[in-house]
């Protein structure tokens, strides 16, 4: 009797396929325009990587990005982080390092603009991934926003590490420690332990691990139904995928409920 392909392995295997996918109509997972460095653009290239599902869109595509959607939307009851219904039409899943500028960014500018728009609507939810690309420091703050959503307080610490740039020891634990108190989070204690514990590592090796798979080299990336944004877009890259998103979901059906459910 055949034995079905691990969820590992079918995300690899999606993840291939949708590298090659993403090269041909030019807007790639995560393409290095946005990735930190010494280039001092300040912006990332041009705003064509949320395309339209228009009437032409080849079929082929559509259905890797809808199986791309079933893997990484994880549509989980009381995920810290995430906001939005669980059963929007659109899930927008982001990668992200918090010492990534073009992060912090999305984060200030262009996310509140969403939520107002399309999340307090119910048209959106957003799933953040903590996808370190700059090392221990990036893990280190990774695990303590893990660590403020065990009290409810992911999206508060999300936003003081976001609200102007941090790196190296800007991002040190009694850094850290003074930001989760500026965020709220009430028991300090248990936050230094949730950050060093062995759950707050395996999510954050769950969440890389989705990442790779699929491709992503650089933040920060995005998936909107599935469908590939590469770096900090103009907010009406966003709105448009997002309300392309949601007609498609409208005509064919809600989005995958995903991986989570």
């Not at 999305?106 to 090392?135: H, M, S, W, Y």
Request: proline fraction near 5%; include cysteine; charge should be neutral.
């Amino acid at each position: 009797m055949p034995v079905s392909a691990s969820p590992t392995r079918k995300l690899a295997a999606i993840g291939a396929v949708i590298a090659l996918v993403v090269a041909v109509i030019a807007i790639g997972v995560a393409v290095g325009t946005s990735v930190e460095g010494d280039r001092g653009t300040g912006r990332t290239g041009t705003p064509e990587a949320a395309a339209s599902a228009g009437p032409e869109e080849d079929p082929a595509q559509q259905k890797v990005f809808d199986d791309l959607a079933k893997q990484t939307n994880r549509r989980q009851d009381g995920d810290p982080l995430a906001v939005g219904k669980k059963d929007a039409p659109v899930v927008l899943v982001e990668y992200a390092d918090y010492q990534c500028s073009f992060c912090g960014r999305f984060t200030r500018e262009t996310q509140p603009a969403l939520i107002k728009k399309f999340v307090d609507k119910g048209t959106l939810r957003i799933e953040f991934r903590n996808f370190t690309v700059f090392g221990a420091d990036s893990e280190r703050a990774a695990r303590a926003s893990w660590a403020a959503g065990q009290q409810g307080k992911f999206w508060q610490l999300h936003d003081e590490l976001y609200a102007k740039t941090r790196k190296g020891k800007a991002l040190a634990e009694d850094k850290l420690v003074e930001l989760a108190r500026a965020g709220g989070v009430p028991d300090i204690d248990k936050f230094r332990s949730d950050m060093k514990s062995a759950d707050a590592e395996r999510a954050l090796k769950k969440d890389q691990a989705e990442g790779y798979q699929l491709g992503v080299q650089s933040t920060p990336s995005f998936l909107i139904n599935g469908r590939p944004v590469a770096g900090a877009q103009p907010a009406e890259v966003f709105a448009q995928g997002i309300e392309d998103a949601a007609a498609r979901a409208a005509k064919h059906g809600p989005a995958a409920k995903g991986a989570g459910e």
